[in-house]
């Protein structure tokens, strides 16, 4: 009975160098359980190597001093995945002028419950501490990051060559996802982690600073509007393929009939507005196809392999007002971001210390904000890639009648693929055994922290999602997130909990989330601002909204849940509180 299940197949060993695991900030990563293979190829053979690897790159760790197989810089239980909280910990020991606590404060604020920090006697390390001093240094300094470059491009070149998997045997195209979502990904991962260890510095110099000159509300302004942030981009093409869709009759009737099937219709239906449609459609799946909610993960739905998952959004996008144009709101962004910092590097002038700091810290996120997103872009392309690869052996086996969903050849375990392909009939029971179990993970809610001392609790006595308690906020209450995105604005609370299912939000609404990834950045077009219960000010949300001109509060804890859908409210992206103006009669 799957009722009463207490493990899962990808469980991980809790390290006994590094104890304490935490689902902050991994609810952006990893939102929804991983499947077998996802886990056991893409992770365990790409992506924990990758952080490994770039832990010691970035000068965190030493070789000699974790373990990648059992891994030791994530965890995952339950399907679910777990960043390190003892890791970082250390990382605030060595790192020059950072601490444990002030690691704890990034992660969790002042949420309780939190395990307390323990020295170690190899904490301190000074080899360690010199590497990452050189390391801070060189992130303050460098206007570019060829090897992150470098990735972007081969990941670039693997979708634009890939082959024609419909000609390729399964033995083949088994291959090609194995190279792909394992040394291929690891080397992906290796610069993607130093830059987004890098872009943690920039926008700390400039928090701190501001705050110290009593300016704390502006540090997000003179972060915004940036530039050069590929994860903002699909959401720049996706409107103006809504404005199309807007300024055309036939367009919209199409729409009005439904997305399923729409793509179907517009081919066969030989309308010039189509046929253009049809042309900038071909060209957003070439370019952004490896978008899509959950995309971590080898078994998510891509808007390759799911085509209504982005074209739902661009539905709500259609409604939206020519005015809330992104590139006119970048432009806006940009001249007041020039104003703010000219301003403040005025009133520090007369410290250079301050001055200096503020100057490069700017630089230094506005270079590694893009480092970062460039960095995830090039490694969900090449998940997606074998993504793909897989997807193909499964719609195959669908064909000859052993599978029932070509989803389903994740069930299996990386080492499992190759009997599989001999013997299909020998693992059918299994495959929908688990598939039955998996589907009971996506309903349960994990624990939020796992430490070695307790263990990790059996599944069968974690609580189901969405089963917390939670008041709802009374009209006149405000809830205090964190800065995202600069502005204030006031709408109607629409909540969202899936993005390929975005109810009626439109122009007016404000989009209450869990959290988001970059496959959610089209749907906040739709909107006039962005609240999610989790992340911070270098999130994906918070930095996608500086970057389309819209305001976002992150970290808003249980928004979803306090909020209730329709209600009035107001949010102020600089400070990050929500105010409930009114609520549902």
């Not at 009975?1 to 809790?14: G, H, L, Q």
């Not at 808003?556 to 009035?568: E, F, H, L, Q, S």
Request: with cysteine.
């Amino acid at each position: 009975m799957t009722e009463s299940v207490d493990t899962w197949i990808t469980d991980t060993e809790i390290s006994t160098r590094f104890p304490y695991y935490t689902r902050a900030n991994a609810d952006e990563v990893g939102p929804e359980p991983f499947s077998p293979l996802g886990w056991s190829l893409g992770w365990a053979k790409g992506c924990v190597p990758g952080v490994a690897n770039g832990y010691c790159a970035f000068g965190v760790l030493e070789p000699e001093e974790y373990a990648v197989d059992p891994p030791e810089v994530f965890g995952n239980w339950g399907g679910y995945f777990y960043n390190q909280l003892s890791l970082p910990r250390v990382m605030g020991v060595r790192m020059p002028g950072a601490s444990p606590a002030a690691i704890d404060l990034a992660y969790f604020g002042d949420r309780p419950g939190v395990p307390k920090y323990t020295p170690h006697p190899d904490d301190e390390n000074e080899a360690a501490s010199r590497k990452l001093a050189e390391s801070m240094a060189w992130a303050m300094s460098t206007a570019e990051f060829p090897a992150q470059e470098e990735a972007s491009r081969y990941a670039l070149d693997v979708v634009r060559d890939r082959p024609d998997l419909s000609a390729m045997s399964n033995a083949d195209l088994v291959a090609r996802a194995r190279q792909l979502a394992g040394p291929d990904l690891d080397w992906a991962w290796t610069a993607y982690c130093q830059s987004a260890l890098a872009a943690s510095l920039g926008p700390g110099a400039v928090q701190a600073i501001c705050e110290a000159i009593g300016r704390g509300d502006d540090a997000v302004k003179v972060m915004t509007a940036i530039g050069g942030v590929e994860s903002a981009d699909a959401g720049v093409v996706m409107w103006e393929l809504s404005r199309r869709v807007k300024d055309s009759p036939f367009l919209m009737d199409e729409f009005d009939a439904g997305v399923d099937g729409l793509l179907d219709r517009l081919t066969a239906s030989g309308n010039d507005d189509a046929v253009g449609f049809l042309d900038a459609w071909a060209d957003l799946i070439a370019v952004h196809g490896h978008r899509g909610p959950n995309e971590w993960d080898l078994r998510a739905h891509s808007w390759t392999t799911k085509p209504s998952l982005a074209l739902g959004m661009l539905e709500r996008m259609r409604h939206q007002d020519d005015a809330k144009s992104p590139g006119d709101a970048h432009v806006r962004g940009v001249a007041e971001r020039e104003r703010l910092t000219a301003e403040l590097l005025e009133i520090v002038a007369g410290d250079p210390e301050a001055h200096g700091g503020l100057h490069a810290g700017i630089a230094s996120a506005a270079v590694f904000y893009g480092m970062r997103e460039m960095g995830k872009n090039a490694c969900i392309r090449l998940i997606h890639e074998a993504k793909l690869a897989l997807t193909e052996v499964g719609a195959r086996c669908v064909a000859d009648g052993v599978l029932d969903d070509p989803q389903q050849i994740f069930m299996l375990l990386d080492d499992e693929v190759d009997g599989f392909l001999v013997d299909p009939a020998s693992m059918v029971a299994t495959i929908r055994e688990r598939e039955t179990t998996f589907a009971l993970l996506q309903t349960l809610e994990p624990p939020y922290i796992v430490k070695l001392e307790e263990g990790v609790p059996p599944i069968s006595t974690w609580a189901k999602r969405g089963g917390g308690v939670a008041s709802v906020a009374s009209p006149g209450e405000v809830l205090q997130g964190t800065m995202g995105s600069p502005g204030v604005v006031t709408g109607t609370a629409r909540v969202i909990l899936d993005p390929s299912d975005p109810g009626a939000i439109g122009p007016g609404d404000i989009m209450v989330a869990p959290t988001t990834d970059p496959s959610w950045v089209p749907l906040f077009l739709a909107a006039e601002g962005v609240v999610v219960d989790v992340g911070a000010v270098a999130s994906h949300a918070a930095i996608m909204c500086r970057e389309l001109g819209l305001p976002c509060a992150v970290s808003v804890v249980d928004a979803t849940k306090r909020i209730p859908d329709g209600a009035t409210i107001e949010i102020d992206g600089s400070t990050g509180s929500v105010k409930v103006v009114e609520v549902p009669g």
